[in-house]
C-alpha cells in the first residue's frame, strides 16, 4: 500500500473502506447475537446463558475495533497519499 505502482491508487482505498464496512456488519451481528442472548435471560436464566452474556462481546468485539481503527489510519494515509498536501488542487 502506499506505492500504487500497479494501477489505480484509489483500488487500495475502496478495499480498506470496504474492509471497514464488513467489520462493522460483524459488528452489528455480534451486538444482535447479544440482544438475542439477552432476551433469552429474561425470559430464563440460565447459568450457560449467564455465562456467555459476562464474557461478551468480549475479544471478538474488541478485535473488530481494532481493527476498523487501524484500518481508519491506513485511509488516512492512503488519502495523503493520493491528495498530498502540497497538492494545489
Avoid at 64 to 82: G, Q, S, Y
Wanted: charged fraction near 35%.
Amino acid at each position: 500500500m502506499g506505492t500504487h505502482s500497479s494501477g489505480d491508487p484509489f483500488g487500495p482505498l475502496y478495499r480498506l473502506l470496504d474492509e471497514i464496512q464488513g467489520a462493522h456488519l460483524e459488528m452489528g451481528r455480534m451486538v444482535e447475537e447479544y440482544k438475542v442472548l439477552v432476551e433469552r435471560l429474561e425470559e430464563r436464566r440460565s447459568e450457560d446463558d449467564l455465562r456467555l452474556a459476562r464474557a461478551l462481546p468480549g475479544a471478538r468485539y474488541t478485535v473488530a475495533t481494532t481493527f476498523v481503527r487501524e484500518n481508519w489510519l491506513k485511509v488516512d494515509a492512503e488519502i495523503r497519499t493520493i491528495f498530498p498536501r502540497d497538492d494545489p488542487a
